[in-house]
């Protein structure tokens, strides 16, 4: 048993502050995926406790012509599992001559982050792409490698103040009398726009500017927008 | 410099210099992978400022041993290679590693023969992973380090911290300097982008002045490294002649 939990002795445990592997840099990540388009956006703030590393640090990763990576949480973790995806996606490419499709790189993500069950990496996941019949999914993931195909999703420092928004917002919940139908891309970088502002007000991680990254038939297309930078 | 506030005894947990009785073995048994690593010798903040054509790094020269000025004249600023400096923080100790490391990638490098000088970028990178390996074994190297140079004739600065945590940016500081010296530092920068390696240098010996009257636990003896295409500069060390006259309107805090 170790002597610091026996209560007589507890108050002489000196070293009871260990070393911690992780740390919360911040960041948020927003999806949507319409019928022929997929937006992707992050904010660029990385921070430490009350202090910002730098304000232009995009969280969104290109991992092909059809798909990218949004994480956010630990950044160290999340450099290392953004490499390791990318190597993985160069080894399928020269092994099958062929890009990784989008279901194919959601399972392959949530089984490297499950590999690191015991472990974890400290990240939350948001990832986004055009499937083969041309529509736009969102997969989100939890650190160790759960996962839920989607059409929007909220994660990051703003996931829980972010995700009933775009229920009402992109998913129509909670509103009488609407017309269920699919949402423009216009639309859509609208509501990512409004949110990341209203984000930033509230959630001191998130701010600086957005990354937005929209990925059509056509290619993939980028934008930054500011945010408020205190 | 958070984690020198948790040194006890000038930081060693529990050994023979532990007068008091009370260094039981309980950090032993407390600890299931039976090692605990806290910093020893360690040095403050590391400033960083890129320019119109590079990068200038400042570190001060003292090595302190919880609050003991133990060594007042260590050199933490060196040059890798004529693309290359390197600032480091943190624990003194585990910089000398990571210097014999640096030194060994660079004989690894200059074995080669390919007269292709290696890059900040990929300096950065592949110290990013050293630090990130030993983190994950929950063995860290205790340090923060600043990697500056000139690549494709633009400057790069880069940051790692003992997670692996990696930045780039024209403005980082570390430790302390973090708090104090990056809003002057970004402050100046706001004012005037694209300094010149003069105006780079006086902002960043302002910042170390600065440091100097409100870090405890920096010291009146600082060295520069100075990047650019033409030449790499290691300047110093350089006193800082300080003014203690306004102190004594500081009052009212006792």
Same mark, same amino acid.
């Given at each position: 048993?170790?002597?610091?939990?026996?209560?007589?002795?507890?108050?002489?445990?000196?070293?009871?502050?260990?070393?911690?592997?992780?740390?919360?840099?911040?960041?948020?990540?927003?999806?949507?995926?319409?019928?022929?388009?997929?937006?992707?956006?992050?904010?660029?703030?990385?921070?430490?406790?009350?202090?910002?590393?730098?304000?232009?640090?995009?969280?969104?990763?290109?991992?092909?012509?059809?798909?990218?990576?949004?994480?956010?949480?630990?950044?160290?973790?999340?450099?290392?599992?953004?490499?390791?995806?990318?190597?993985?996606?160069?080894?399928?490419?020269?092994?099958?001559?062929?890009?990784?499709?989008?279901?194919?790189?959601?399972?392959?993500?949530?089984?490297?982050?499950?590999?690191?069950?015991?472990?974890?990496?400290?990240?939350?996941?948001?990832?986004?792409?055009?499937?083969?019949?041309?529509?736009?999914?969102?997969?989100?993931?939890?650190?160790?490698?759960?996962?839920?195909?989607?059409?929007?999703?909220?994660?990051?420092?703003?996931?829980?103040?972010?995700?009933?928004?775009?229920?009402?917002?992109?998913?129509?919940?909670?509103?009488?009398?609407?017309?269920?139908?699919?949402?423009?891309?216009?639309?859509?970088?609208?509501?990512?726009?409004?949110?990341?502002?209203?984000?930033?007000?509230?959630?001191?991680?998130?701010?600086?500017?957005?990354?937005?990254?929209?990925?059509?038939?056509?290619?993939?297309?980028?934008?930054?927008?500011?945010?408020?930078?205190? | 410099?958070?984690?020198?506030?948790?040194?006890?005894?000038?930081?060693?947990?529990?050994?023979?210099?532990?007068?008091?009785?009370?260094?039981?073995?309980?950090?032993?048994?407390?600890?299931?992978?039976?090692?605990?690593?806290?910093?020893?010798?360690?040095?403050?903040?590391?400033?960083?400022?890129?320019?119109?054509?590079?990068?200038?790094?400042?570190?001060?020269?003292?090595?302190?041993?919880?609050?003991?000025?133990?060594?007042?004249?260590?050199?933490?600023?060196?040059?890798?290679?004529?693309?290359?400096?390197?600032? !480091?923080?943190?624990?003194?100790?585990?910089?000398?590693?990571?210097?014999?490391?640096?030194?060994?990638?660079?004989?690894?490098?200059?074995?080669?023969?390919?007269? !292709?000088?290696?890059?900040?970028?990929?300096?950065?990178?592949?110290?990013?992973?050293?630090?990130?390996?030993?983190?994950?074994? !929950?063995?860290?190297?205790?340090?923060?380090?600043?990697?500056?140079? !000139?690549?494709?004739?633009?400057?790069?600065?880069?940051?790692?911290?003992?997670?692996?945590?990696?930045?780039?940016?024209?403005?980082?500081?570390?430790?302390?300097?973090?708090?104090?010296?990056?809003?002057?530092?970004?402050?100046?920068?706001?004012?005037?982008?694209?300094?010149?390696?003069?105006?780079?240098?006086?902002?960043?010996?302002?910042?170390?002045?600065?440091?100097?009257?409100?870090?405890?636990?920096?010291?009146?003896?600082?060295?520069?490294?100075?990047?650019?295409?033409?030449?790499?500069?290691?300047?110093?060390?350089?006193?800082?002649?300080?003014?203690?006259?306004?102190?004594?309107?500081?009052?009212?805090?006792?």
């Amino acid at each position: 048993m170790a002597l610091a939990s026996l209560p007589h002795l507890s108050g002489m445990k000196k070293n009871d502050s260990r070393f911690n592997p992780y740390d919360d840099n911040g960041g948020s990540i927003v999806a949507i995926g319409g019928d022929n388009y997929l937006l992707i956006a992050s904010d660029t703030r990385l921070s430490t406790g009350y202090s910002i590393y730098t304000r232009n640090q995009s969280k969104l990763f290109q991992v092909s012509n059809k798909s990218i990576v949004g994480c956010s949480g630990c950044w160290c973790d999340t450099l290392t599992l953004t490499r390791l995806i990318n190597a993985r996606m160069q080894m399928y490419l020269h092994e099958h001559n062929k890009e990784m499709s989008t279901p194919a790189l959601a399972q392959m993500i949530s089984t490297m982050l499950y590999y690191k069950r015991f472990f974890p990496y400290y990240v939350s996941v948001v990832m986004g792409g055009l499937e083969p019949d041309g529509s736009g999914w969102v997969y989100s993931y939890d650190p160790i490698g759960n996962l839920e195909r989607s059409k929007f999703h909220a994660g990051g420092s703003s996931g829980a103040l972010l995700q009933p928004l775009l229920d009402n917002q992109v998913g129509l919940k909670n509103i009488q009398n609407i017309v269920e139908e699919s949402i423009t891309l216009e639309k859509a970088s609208r509501i990512v726009q409004d949110v990341f502002i209203s984000a930033a007000e509230r959630d001191i991680y998130t701010g600086d500017e957005i990354h937005i990254m929209c990925i059509t038939a056509d290619g993939i297309k980028e934008e930054k927008v500011d945010l408020r930078k205190d | 410099m958070f984690e020198v506030s948790a040194l006890h005894n000038f930081g060693f947990p529990a050994n023979s210099l532990d007068l008091l009785g009370n260094n039981e073995f309980q950090t032993i048994n407390d600890d299931p992978i039976g090692h605990f690593h806290t910093p020893i010798t360690t040095a403050t903040s590391v400033l960083g400022l890129a320019f119109d054509n590079g990068v200038i790094l400042a570190a001060d020269t003292l090595g302190s041993y919880g609050s003991l000025a133990r060594f007042k004249n260590i050199s933490r600023v060196l040059k890798v290679n004529k693309n290359i400096i390197l600032g !480091v923080g943190g624990d003194y100790a585990d910089f000398q590693y990571l210097k014999e490391l640096v030194n060994g990638k660079m004989i690894g490098e200059e074995c080669l023969e390919d007269n !292709v000088p290696l890059k900040p970028a990929s300096l950065h990178c592949w110290l990013t992973r050293v630090l990130y390996q030993r983190r994950s074994k !929950v063995d860290p190297l205790w340090n923060n380090v600043l990697i500056a140079g !000139v690549q494709n004739k633009t400057p790069y600065l880069g940051f790692i911290d003992k997670l692996g945590t990696a930045v780039k940016d024209t403005v980082i500081a570390t430790g302390f300097g973090a708090h104090i010296a990056v809003p002057l530092l970004r402050n100046g920068v706001q004012k005037k982008p694209n300094m010149n390696k003069q105006e780079a240098e006086e902002l960043i010996v302002k910042c170390m002045e600065v440091l100097y009257y409100r870090d405890a636990r920096s010291f009146n003896k600082y060295e520069l490294g100075i990047i650019t295409p033409d030449e790499v500069q290691i300047k110093g060390p350089i006193s800082i002649k300080a003014n203690w006259d306004i102190s004594q309107y500081v009052s009212g805090y006792e």
